[in-house]
Nanobody
Framework: QVHLVESGGGLVQPGGSLRLSCVAS????????MAWYRQAPGEQRELVAQ?????KYADSVKGRFTLSRDNTKRMVYLQMNSLEPEDTAKYYC?????????????????WGQGTQVTVSS
């Protein structure tokens, strides 16, 4: 059984940085397409970044966020710089078999429990 566990969230001031981590157990993450989503209270879940054959970002985070992977450690990271209050949300790691990513959240069958990011002064 595959599990994803996120960590690294917290409270940060505007302009600050955080690095989120997602560790996969029970599978070889190298053969999975991985993504980061976020969901703010009262809002729909939003794609932040996805990694399939190439990495894609939501327009709202381009130039500020970076998705990276360390397949040997079964890790996926999201480096978040220049954080803004609008980035406040619960961030989720998601995975699907194969190397074709999708922007559709329903296309990911494996989800972590999420980690809260709060950007506030």
């Amino acid at each position: 059984q595959v599990h994803l566990v996120e960590s690294g969230g917290g409270l940060v001031q505007p302009g600050g940085s955080l690095r989120l981590s997602c560790v996969a157990s029970g599978t070889n993450v190298q053969i999975y397409s991985m993504a980061w989503y976020r969901q703010a209270p009262g809002e729909q879940r939003e794609l932040v970044a996805q990694s399939g054959t190439r990495i894609k970002y939501a327009d709202s985070v381009k130039g500020r966020f970076t998705l990276s992977r360390d397949n040997t450690k079964r890790m996926v990271y999201l480096q978040m710089n220049s954080l803004e209050p609008e980035d406040t949300a619960k961030y989720y790691c998601a995975g699907r078999p194969g190397n074709v990513a999708t922007a559709n959240a329903s296309g990911y069958g494996i989800w972590g429990q999420g980690t809260q990011v709060t950007v506030s002064s």
